[in-house]
């Protein structure tokens, strides 16, 4: 265990400098958990740019600090002002212990579920054992099952582990999933923080541990939750406080949940529609970071002739089939399977209780559409259509869920303490650009 | 407090209620022998092919990296269990290459049987004939083919 709880803390270490500088105006709980995020995504470059030469860890060690260099070059900018601190709350005791109930709940077996040895878990260890990406294996017609289109951020990370631990051992990599569970909800505490009181974003931020703490231990959605959700969020901060160091946030995050999961390369074109429908397509362009974060995988994926199974066979064909047959026992197979029905319900009410609810267009907006996207792929999948909204719906509608939670909440507990004159802890010490403006009452403000 | 307010404060509770883990809060308070979750019930192998590791280590331990390796686990249907024994194999014999020897529709691949230096059977017995026992044991065997 010690050598991967080093790996996990060196990945911290990594993306710290990153974070620092990126996250100059968050709290520092928000700037752990970036460094983490970022840490993995410098990792993944790492061993991405070195997989033709072989791995090895000084080769590794070298090639990290000229990704960390070219990222901090990139990402400095003039002073800022001083972080905001915030207040812990009892209730953050509660987001600490649910977090370490779930650390004991990822380790208590070795990595064991099927998607963990069959795709993620399995490419990591095939690459360990060829010593860089293994090309000719992702293209062998006998292990099209572990989908070698996917993305690659998550099995490199588990090679950089192994790496670290000197050699595959899997029976912690459980750790991985806390990592990034943790690091989710310590970005969202520091982002709560800034917009509602500490007793209100305390308990936003220990509404999310549901959602944080996925039960698929060794698997891509842990990553997922926490880049996209991570990226939705900052982005949204970028667009309504005017915060450009947010929105650079939100731009590499969004490319790494691209690295991640095809359904991360899904995300942008939500998050794109999603700035139309809030009225700022202006600022699209400057989501260009996460485009050049996904694009080698990408190119090397078109390279290598690797495709998605999903769009295999006659496409248009199974889409007007569905459409003009299937379309009822689609939408039950949806209420079916959806496992969270009373949060998603509680989610609705809040959205349609909150006032100024438009101030959230740009993440509801996100969330409708990526949610759209799921749904329209279950029309053209070449696989039983019931049979994959069975094994999939559930756990991809929680990929988007925690920003569209953590938006109404903020909207009711602000709405709540309309009454008080309690602060957001962290608004006195905004500022313009980047933080929130003050009106007369000396209440945040956003814009949009 | 008013109407409005009420109705405000009682949603955001029930959505912070609805999103926390309450199984996961509850973890720590417990003693750690008896675990609160048996994640081994999301492991499939005790329910699709008990023993099926230990034979796999078997295989690992007497093969070496860069053999090719056909896979035999009755019944020999790609839905009953066969999915699930190769995708495994590929997984914990990584380093060789690990060959079906049904495809998906359960028809066989004569290929893949030519081109496995050994075979790995897990389930049928084993008796000794024209071919060399390399290995039994775990409820399977390793047979080497000849050329």
Known sequence: MTPLVVALLSTMVIGLPTALILGRRMPAIAVAGMAFLFGSGIVYFALLTISPFGWTLPRLAMVVLIVAAVTLTFAIRGPAPAAPRIRATIIDFATVLTL?????????????????????????????????IDWSWLGSVDHSFAHPDYPTLLPLLYDFAAMANGGWDDRWMGLVTF??????????????????????????????????????????????????????????????FDDDDALLNGAILLGLAGSTKNEGLALFVA??????????????????????????????????????????GSVIARLVARLTGMYRPILGGLLLYLQHRWFWLALV????????????????????????IYIATYLYTPYDVLWQIDTSWDRIALHVLAPAVFAAALLLANQWAEGDDAQPESVVAGTRNGGPSLDEHGEARPHL | MSTRATITAVSFITLVLCGAAPDMLMIPSRAIGPLLFDR????????????????????????????????????????????????????????????????????????????????????????????????????????????
């Open chain 1, 349 to 372: 009410v809040a959205i349609f209780v909150a006032r100024g609810r438009d101030r959230e267009r740009f993440i509801f907006s996100a969330v409708a559409v990526q949610l759209a």
């Open chain 1, 100 to 132: 370490a109930g779930y650390a004991l709940f990822a380790t208590v077996h070795r990595a064991g579920e099927w998607d963990f040895w069959a795709i993620w878990g399995l490419k990591a260890r095939v690459f360990l054992e060829h010593g860089g």
């Open chain 2, 40 to 147: 081994s019930a999301l492991q499939d192998e005790g329910k699709t092919l008990p023993g099926y590791s230990r034979f796999l280590d078997g295989v690992r331990a007497h093969t070496k990296p860069g053999d090719v390796i056909g896979l035999i686990v009755a019944p020999m249907k790609w839905q009953e269990r066969y999915e699930y024994a190769f995708f495994r194999a590929c997984y914990e014999l990584v380093g060789r290459d690990v060959r079906p020897l049904i495809d998906r529709q359960s028809r066989p691949l004569p290929d893949n049987v030519a081109a496995s230096h050994y075979l790995a059977v897990f389930g049928p017995a084993v008796r000794g004939g024209s071919f060399v026992v390399v290995w039994r044991g775990a409820g399977g065997a390793l047979i080497e083919r000849s050329p």
């Open chain 1, 179 to 240: 990592a990034f569970a943790a690091a989710f909800v310590a970005v969202v505490r520091g982002l709560a923080a800034l917009e509602t009181t500490p007793w209100f974003a305390s308990a936003i931020a220990f509404g999310l541990t549901g959602i944080a703490c996925t039960p698929r231990i060794g698997l891509a959605e842990a990553p997922l939750i926490a880049f996209a959700g991570t990226s939705l969020l900052m982005i949204r901060r970028g667009l309504l």
């Open chain 1, 271 to 312: 998050v794109g529609v999603a700035m139309v429908v809030a009225r700022a397509w202006r600022r699209i362009w400057r989501l260009w970071p996460g485009i050049v974060i996904v694009m080698p995988w990408l190119l090397l994926c078109r390279a290598a002739h690797l495709h998605n199974d999903l769009v295999t």
